[in-house]
C-alpha cells in the first residue's frame, strides 16, 4: 500500500488519557521528537524509551514542560532482561494497559557490496532494527493486550518489493524482517483484539540524514510520518491490520 495524501483525520479527544510507548524516542531532530509530540497534543501519556538516558529524561521533560504527562526511561532494548523489567515499571504506571507501541528504534550505516560488508555492520542492523523490534514487541505485549491496542513498526522502502538495495543489503535485510514480524504479530494477536501495521518510508527528514545526504533531496516530512502513526494507532484505522503503507 502507497500513501499519496495525508490519513483521514481522527477524533480529537481519540487519544487523551491513553498511554503510548515509544521506543528509540529520544533524540531531538529525529522523527520520535515529532511523534511523541503529536501523541503529547492528543492528550496521551507518553512512555520514551531510550539508550541514552540523559536523553530521554530531557525530552520528557521537554513534553512535561508544555502540560504533557511523559515519562523517560532508559533502556537497552536488545536486552530482553532489561526490557522485561522494563514493562514490569511501565504497567505499574498503565494499569489499563497500553493504547499503542510504536516501535522507532533503529538506524542505518552507510552500506557497502555485499563482499565487502562487514560482519559486525550485518549484526549491529539486524540488532538494532530487528532485535529492537522483537524484545520490544514481546515484553509489551501483554500491555497492548489488556487495551486492545496497536503497535506501529517502522519498516523502510529499501525492504519492499522492487526497490535497489545496492550496497545495502544488511539495512533492506533487517528492515525486510520487521515487516515479517508485524505480519506474524498481525495474524497472531487478532483474536486478542491487537492490531499490528507498518511504514516504510523512504528517507525522512531527520537531522542525521540532511547531515549525511544533505538538504537538497526529496524528503518524507517528520509531520507526515506523526500523522499516519497516530491515524493507525486510532479508532479509525480499526479494519487495518497486518499491512505496510509505503510513504515518500
Same mark, same amino acid.
Given at each position: 500500500m502507497s500513501a499519496s495524501s495525508a490519513p483521514?483525520?481522527?477524533?480529537?479527544?481519540?487519544?487523551?488519557?491513553?498511554?503510548?510507548?515509544?521506543?528509540?524516542?529520544?533524540?531531538?531532530?529525529? #522523527?520520535?521528537?515529532?511523534?511523541?509530540? #503529536?501523541?503529547?497534543?492528543?492528550?496521551?501519556?507518553?512512555?520514551?524509551? $531510550?539508550? $541514552?538516558?540523559?536523553?530521554?529524561?530531557?525530552?520528557?521533560?521537554?513534553?512535561?514542560?508544555?502540560? #504533557?504527562?511523559?515519562?523517560?526511561?532508559?533502556?537497552?532494548?536488545?536486552?530482553?532482561?532489561?526490557?522485561?523489567?522494563? #514493562?514490569?515499571?511501565?504497567?505499574?504506571?498503565?494499569?489499563?494497559?497500553?493504547?499503542?507501541?510504536?516501535?522507532?528504534?533503529?538506524?542505518?550505516?552507510?552500506?557497502?557490496?555485499?563482499?565487502?560488508?562487514?560482519?559486525?555492520?550485518?549484526?549491529?542492523?539486524?540488532?538494532?532494527?530487528?532485535?529492537?523490534?522483537?524484545?520490544?514487541?514481546r515484553a509489551f505485549l501483554p500491555l497492548v493486550r489488556q487495551a486492545r491496542g496497536a503497535i506501529v513498526y517502522f519498516a523502510a522502502a529499501a525492504a519492499l518489493p522492487g526497490v535497489s538495495v545496492k550496497n545495502m543489503a544488511a539495512y533492506a535485510a533487517a528492515k525486510t524482517g520487521v515487516i515479517t514480524l508485524m505480519r506474524a504479530v498481525a495474524v497472531e494477536e487478532r483474536p486478542n483484539g491487537v492490531r499490528a501495521n507498518a511504514l516504510a518510508p523512504t528517507a525522512i527528514r531527520t537531522d542525521e540524514n540532511i547531515a549525511s545526504m544533505g538538504a537538497a533531496r526529496e524528503y518524507v516530512e517528520r509531520e507526515t510520518v506523526a500523522a499516519w502513526v497516530l491515524w493507525l494507532c486510532s479508532s479509525v484505522a480499526g479494519p487495518v491490520t497486518g499491512q505496510v503503507i509505503r510513504l515518500g
Open positions: 483521514s483525520s481522527i477524533p480529537a479527544d481519540e487519544l487523551r488519557g491513553r498511554s503510548v510507548i515509544l521506543t528509540g524516542a529520544g533524540r531531538k531532530g529525529q #522523527a520520535g521528537e515529532v511523534v511523541s509530540a #503529536a501523541f503529547a497534543k492528543r492528550g496521551a501519556t507518553v512512555f520514551l524509551v $531510550d539508550r $541514552d538516558a540523559e536523553r530521554v529524561k530531557e525530552r520528557a521533560s521537554e513534553l512535561e514542560r508544555d502540560g #504533557a504527562t511523559a515519562h523517560g526511561f532508559a533502556c537497552d532494548l536488545t536486552d530482553p532482561a532489561a526490557v522485561g523489567e522494563l #514493562a514490569g515499571n511501565v504497567a505499574n504506571l498503565a494499569p489499563h494497559g497500553v493504547t499503542a507501541l510504536v516501535n522507532l528504534a533503529g538506524g542505518y550505516e552507510e552500506g557497502a557490496p555485499v563482499a565487502a560488508t562487514e560482519p559486525a555492520t550485518w549484526h549491529n542492523l539486524f540488532a538494532i532494527n530487528l532485535t529492537t523490534a522483537f524484545v520490544s514487541t
